[in-house]
């Protein structure tokens, strides 16, 4: 089933977008 991947690589993505954006001034 690919929602086990795609979920966690998708909230993964998400943080990872978050944290750039938070890095950002």
């Known amino acids: ?3 086990v ?3 966690p690589a998708a ?3 998400g943080a990872a977008f ?4 938070a890095a950002l001034p």
């Open 11 to 13: 909230a993964l993505i």
């Open 18 to 21: 978050y944290a750039l954006a």
């Open 5 to 7: 991947i795609t979920l």
């Open 1 to 3: 089933v690919a929602w």
